[in-house]
């Protein structure tokens, strides 16, 4: 159960939300167009978005020119100076649920 201050956390971040919308209305990441959700794209531009897909540096995400039989494999960069981090953070945007 939500306690009192949570529910008015929401609604003043609700409120907050839709008059910054009306002021400054959400609009596409790429060509400014107008969409319905801060952060994110029109559909012209989604349409144009190309997705990563498998052979790609399991470091970095970083695609293959090539194909690569392994599913498993890092790029000749990452094979040769292997940084620290066994892990890359991506920043998606976020909202309160």
């Known amino acids: ?18 008059v910054l919308d009306v002021l400054l209305p959400p609009q596409c990441l790429a ?9 994110s794209l029109c559909a012209a531009c989604f349409s144009q978005f190309t997705f990563i897909t498998r052979p790609y540096c399991n ?25 620290s981090a066994n892990y890359v953070f991506l920043t998606v945007p976020t909202h309160p649920r």
């Open 1 to 18: 159960m939500q306690t009192v201050l949570e529910t008015r956390s929401k609604l003043i971040w609700c409120v907050g939300r839709s």
């Open 31 to 39: 060509c400014d167009t107008s969409v319905d959700q801060p952060g």
């Open 59 to 83: 470091l970095y995400c970083l695609p293959f020119e090539s194909a690569v039989i392994e599913d498993e494999v890092m790029c000749g960069a990452c094979m040769k100076d292997h940084p």
